[in-house]
């Protein structure tokens, strides 16, 4: 194929209620995410999983002589947002391009095709997990949420006498979590209500992890421990899995924190307790922890809690600057003129976003006006940036140090003060 011919590939869309048609489409990305082929008795199985998933999707890509060369999902989900909880988004998921078709611009069709219908049907925001980080600034994504990996000396954590949960009245329940889910899943939901940055998990998302056997499931070692509060009420959750290993007859095991959620500081103590605790366990570890985890305040030596690496997990990406700002609630006020450049892309424009300490409601956050204006801006930024900053986890100013938000230090400082959250952003959840 030459480059040229590239841009005559026809752009299709998938029926996902077509299970063979799902099944060609899906070879593309076990190629470009170079996962091993089912073996012939599991390809039954795997396409059941896939269909499931993708099932009420939007599913597209590039065909080139009568095959898949090109694949693209999107999605509406629900993305919490500072102050205001759940809002709308398109979600953006199994981008991928045959290593014979790469570089030839079909990334780019795709991306812009369906961005700009997600305007169109009123999102006013988009977001994906990038697979490499240099791929979708270019494209206006920014890196919103970040999380952190953990690893726990258990025998050295000791709890300090002043971390709430000490008193704690509920009680810890193992359960089967193909039978359970879906108590964590109420438990999840109330979680990521509560912090910017969260992503709803549907039904199949739990089916997926909770399935015996499944492709993506958490794996027959994993083991589910639910909270209930005094009267019953499920209020936290950990889902964690054990790796046997020994040096002689010591042992060296290792649990793995898969999903940890909770509805109080206490009852996370609870469960980090009791996942620390566990007879014949070193260490834990925990995979895409929030950047501001509570557990090393918690403890007697804060060092026993080693963090890293960090990375960008949630990448954002404004389709509407002004309905994108408007999303949120802000704990700051004041006015800042922003002006948002966004070439080819549909976020463009300057918009003034106005916090007035008038309209403060009684939790402390405000609604924004934003609108439309001629006015010369205070900043001027890229829709990339925008998205960085929109769920509070990016710092204004940094970006501005970078050179990637223009303003004077006044107007950069009022803006970092405007966007502040008080928890950082957080997303724990695969799409
Ligand atoms: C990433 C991928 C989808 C890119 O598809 P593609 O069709 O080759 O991309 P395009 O030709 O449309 O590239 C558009 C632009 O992005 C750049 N780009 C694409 N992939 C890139 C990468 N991995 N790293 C850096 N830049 C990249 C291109 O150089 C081009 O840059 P330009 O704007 O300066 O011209 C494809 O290489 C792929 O499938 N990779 C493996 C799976 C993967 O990582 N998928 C992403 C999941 S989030």
Redesign the pocket.
């Known amino acids: 194929m030459s480059p040229l011919d590239a841009e005559a590939l026809p752009l299709r869309t998938v029926d996902t209620a077509d299970a063979e048609a799902v099944a060609a489409w899906s070879r593309v990305p076990r190629v470009?995410?170079m996962e091993a082929e089912p073996l012939p008795g599991e390809a039954a199985a795997r396409l059941r999983e896939t269909v499931e998933r993708v099932a009420g999707q939007r599913l597209s890509g590039v065909v080139d002589d009568g095959a898949w060369v090109?694949t693209y999902r999107s999605f509406d989900t629900e993305l919490t947002m500072p102050g205001t909880g759940p809002v709308s988004v398109n979600a953006v998921s199994s981008?991928?391009?045959l290593p014979t078709?790469?570089?030839?611009?079909?990334?780019?069709?795709m991306i812009g095709a369906d961005l700009h219908r997600a305007r169109e049907r009123g999102h006013a925001l988009a977001a994906?997990?990038?697979?490499?980080a240099?791929?979708y600034g270019?494209f206006g994504f920014g890196t919103a949420t970040r999380a952190v990996d953990l690893t726990v000396e258990a025998r050295a954590c000791r709890f300090r006498p002043d971390a709430p949960g000490a008193d704690d009245d509920g009680r810890l329940e193992l359960v089967e979590a193909q039978e359970a889910w879906p108590l964590l899943a109420a438990v999840h939901d109330a979680s990521r209500r509560a912090r910017p940055g969260g992503l709803a998990r549907e039904e199949r998302w739990w089916r997926e992890r909770t399935r015996s056997g499944g492709h993506r499931a958490w794996g027959p070692r994993s083991r589910a421990v639910l909270h209930r509060d005094a009267a019953g009420a499920p209020d936290g959750y950990v889902a964690y899995e054990v790796v046997d290993r020994w040096e002689g007859r010591v042992s060296r095991c290792e649990a793995r924190v898969l999903d940890l959620h909770a509805a109080s500081p206490a009852v996370y103590r609870r469960l980090w307790e009791f996942v620390l605790s566990v007879d014949l366990v070193r260490t834990v570890r925990a995979g895409q922890r929030p950047v501001d985890e509570l557990l090393p305040l918690l403890l007697e030596d804060p060092r026993a809690v080693q963090q890293g690496p960090l990375d960008d997990f949630l990448w954002v990406r404004p389709l509407d600057a002004a309905g994108a700002l408007a999303a949120r609630r802000y704990l700051g006020c004041g006015t800042v003129v922003l002006r948002v450049l966004d070439p080819g892309g549909p976020a463009g424009g300057t918009v003034r976003l106005h916090v007035d300490p008038q309209r403060c409601g009684e939790d402390g956050w405000t609604c924004a006006e934003v609108t439309g204006t001629d006015a010369e801006p205070d900043v001027v930024l890229g829709a990339a940036e925008l998205g960085a900053l929109l769920l509070g986890g990016t710092s204004a100013v940094a970006l501005a140090a970078a050179g990637r938000v223009h303003g004077t230090a006044e107007a950069v400082h009022r803006l970092h003060a405007l966007l502040g959250t008080p928890t950082a952003p957080w997303c724990p959840t695969w799409f």
Do not use: M, N, Q, S
């Open positions: 470009a995410f090109a981008v991928t391009v078709h790469r570089r030839r611009g079909l990334l780019r069709r994906l997990i990038a697979a490499e240099p791929i270019r």
